[in-house]
């Protein structure tokens, strides 16, 4: 027998409590707290961390000591039934693994997954990452690559895709700005409470997500940004989305340690290029150039690399066809021996041109003519117009 719903709700009710608790205790993605949730629940773990349970199950002591030791540093200052109470009154939600809003693409980082993920929107997360395409790059970003974000972000928007970043200054804001713009959902990725604007520069920004699309974080409310989160947020980012497209990156830049999870995890990993001579663009062009990101310049390029089989192929680029591109080789070949004069050329003097006989000169010559290429001035034959 199953048991009663009354004991499952309250078991599922402390599971999610726990989880609430260790996003308090631990910095995102620890692995050594993934390896333990493997083996047993958020609830007998934080039994273990409080003290009161037996440490045994979590592995020999000489590998746990320290570790527990710094979690139970942090004890004092966890209120799991204040931060939920907290995050509610801010109008979001957490949510855990088993819960149906749970984006279960974020399964693949193993054992650095998220224990839960702090949320403000109204959007289904799971649904909304289901088609979701992550544009990120440099926050000191150029002209041009802020406006290719947002256009880009824009069109993808246009097209049903939901854009992911991380809400920071640069191409972040700019691909949020774009999905927005195009009537479309973004989601940001945040490296600190999903109740605190960070950066301040992006408070209306951020709200505007919150609005219209989703905010999530690992972190509990009220927690503010530090430099090693950012890095691990990015991770958050190339997990949760098809593909990861990097629109400007120097060589160093903490964009590319979203495209290099994205390739890591199979998801696309794509590039803009920029100008040879930008600095801000070199880190792109390493990506492309070593085969790690695929060349994109728009949103169906994307589109078609992240989208369904079949149904999202970018058009085949290609020049306007011109008169002349119609021409049989022969008749091209005496078109081209005209001389652009008034004067002309007579027969003999094309043949000798191009080397084929006057007869067939004669015969191409007529049929340019009737096509409006050539036309005929005495003995000689003269382009159109070259009066």
């Not at 499952?8 to 993934?34: F, K, N």
């Not at 030791?69 to 039934?81: E, G, H, K, N």
């Not at 199979?266 to 695929?294: C, F, K, Q, Y």
Request: charged residues 20%; aromatic residues 4%.
């Amino acid at each position: 027998m199953g048991r009663p719903p009354d004991a499952a709700r309250l078991s599922a009710d402390q599971e999610r409590r726990a989880r609430a608790a260790l996003t308090r205790l631990i910095e995102p993605g620890d692995p050594v707290i993934g390896r333990w949730l493997a083996r047993m629940s958020a609830v007998a773990l934080m039994g273990i961390i409080s003290g009161r349970s037996d440490p045994a199950p979590i592995g020999p002591i000489d590998s746990r000591g320290a570790r527990l030791s710094a979690y139970r540093a942090r004890l004092p200052s966890v209120d799991p039934d204040a931060d939920l109470d907290r995050v509610a009154v801010a109008g979001g939600r957490f949510i855990i693994p088993g819960d149906s809003e749970w984006p279960s693409q974020l399964n693949d980082l193993g054992e650095a997954r998220p224990v839960g993920l702090w949320v403000r929107g109204t959007g289904s997360l799971r649904l909304l990452a289901l088609r979701s395409v992550a544009v990120v790059g440099a926050r000191a970003c150029t002209a041009y690559g802020a406006h290719v974000a947002g256009e880009i972000s824009a069109q993808l928007a246009e097209r049903g895709w939901v854009i992911v970043s991380g809400a920071a200054y640069g191409i972040d804001a700019a691909a949020h700005r774009g999905a927005l713009a195009g009537g479309g959902i973004t989601i940001g990725v945040l490296a600190c409470g999903v109740d605190v604007a960070y950066p301040s520069g992006n408070s209306q920004l951020i709200r505007n997500i919150a609005e219209q699309g989703v905010l999530l974080s690992e972190l509990p409310p009220g927690e503010h940004p530090t430099r090693f989160r950012f890095v691990l947020r990015n991770r958050v980012i190339a997990a949760l989305t098809r593909g990861t497209v990097v629109v400007e990156a120097a060589v160093r830049s903490g964009a590319l340690s979203t495209a290099r999870r994205a390739r890591d995890l199979n998801r696309h990993t794509m590039g803009v290029a920029g100008p040879v001579t930008s600095e801000l663009s070199a880190g792109v062009h390493a990506l492309i150039r070593s085969g790690a990101a695929t060349l994109v310049t728009d949103a169906a390029e994307i589109g078609e690399l992240i989208g369904s089989m079949g149904e999202d192929l970018a058009p085949i680029g290609s020049g306007p066809v011109l008169p002349r591109d119609l021409l049989e080789p022969p008749a091209a070949q005496v078109l081209d021996a005209v001389p652009a004069s008034a004067d002309g050329s007579p027969v003999e003097g094309l043949a000798r041109r191009t080397g084929l006989s006057t007869d067939e000169v004669l015969q191409r010559l007529y049929e340019l003519s009737s096509l409006g290429h050539v036309e005929r001035h005495g003995a000689h034959w003269r382009l159109v117009g070259r009066r």
